[in-house]
């Protein structure tokens, strides 16, 4: 079965502080992984791609651990406007067919 | 511009009733799936499309059906077998080794 684990939190955290998330997939054969943020009411849009063992823009850093099946997203130095839901996504190819799946979300709100 | 387009934004359905959303893309994508998300809940796949002429269940098909008659084109029909169809409801596309990218979404109430 394939899933993707993700701690729902919330995360509450002045502004300036360092978060991490953590996400755990079951799927070992899965070779890119996403990263997704999804404001309240609004559709998902995409944060970062992970292919090798992270990836860096600005304030944030995805990495992958695949021995150990998790993939970390951190935010450095957070805003306000980072306040939102995070989505863990992870591709599962098989029997013909391509699906992402989707963890529940980790829900960080940046407090002034 | 190249996307994906969900219409309508808001749509209310009385008990009983067939209502279909649609979902439109310009992206050249053969992908596009349909999900759900429930507030505070994640999203959960309907129905996914590979391929013109061909679609598969996902997790929480019953009370749903669709079409794929059109590459642009993935309609859900929401059935009147769906008993709890209040909902938000997401329509995604993807392309080979690309991320999915989503519509705006189709807030479905039942009054």
């Known amino acids: 079965r394939k899933e993707v684990e993700q701690d729902p939190g919330p995360f509450n955290v002045p502004e300036g502080a360092t978060v991490a998330f953590n996400c755990t997939y079951s799927?070992?054969?899965?070779?890119?992984f996403f990263w997704y943020r999804q404001d309240c009411r609004k559709e998902p849009k995409l944060l970062m791609s992970?292919?090798?063992s992270g990836n860096e823009d600005g304030r944030f850093t995805a990495q992958l651990n695949r021995a150990s099946q998790y993939i970390s997203l951190l935010i450095r130095d957070s805003k306000l406007s980072d306040s939102a839901t995070y989505l863990c996504?992870?591709?599962?190819?098989?029997?013909?067919?391509?699906?992402?799946?989707f963890g529940k979300g980790t829900k960080l709100s940046v407090i002034p | 511009d190249g996307g994906i387009t969900q219409s309508p934004k808001y749509l209310f359905r009385k008990e009983g009733q067939n209502v279909t959303l649609s979902c439109e893309q310009n992206?050249?994508?053969?992908?596009m799936y349909w999900y759900r998300q429930d507030p505070g809940q994640g999203l959960r796949l309907i129905y996914y499309?590979?391929?013109?002429?061909?679609?598969q269940k996902g997790d929480i098909a019953e009370g749903y059906s669709v079409s794929r008659e059109k590459k642009e084109s993935f309609p859900l029909t929401v059935t009147s077998a769906q008993k709890n169809p209040t909902a938000f409801y997401l329509c995604?596309?993807?392309?080979?080794?690309?991320?999915?990218?989503f519509g705006q979404g189709t807030r479905l109430t039942v009054v």
């Open positions: 996504v992870v591709p599962y190819s098989g029997a013909g067919s391509y699906q992402l799946t």
């Open positions: 799927n070992s054969a899965s070779q890119s």
């Open positions: 992970v292919y090798s």
């Open positions: 992206l050249n994508h053969d992908a």
């Open positions: 499309s590979q391929i013109v002429n061909d679609f």
């Open positions: 995604a596309s993807m392309g080979a080794n690309t991320e999915a990218f």
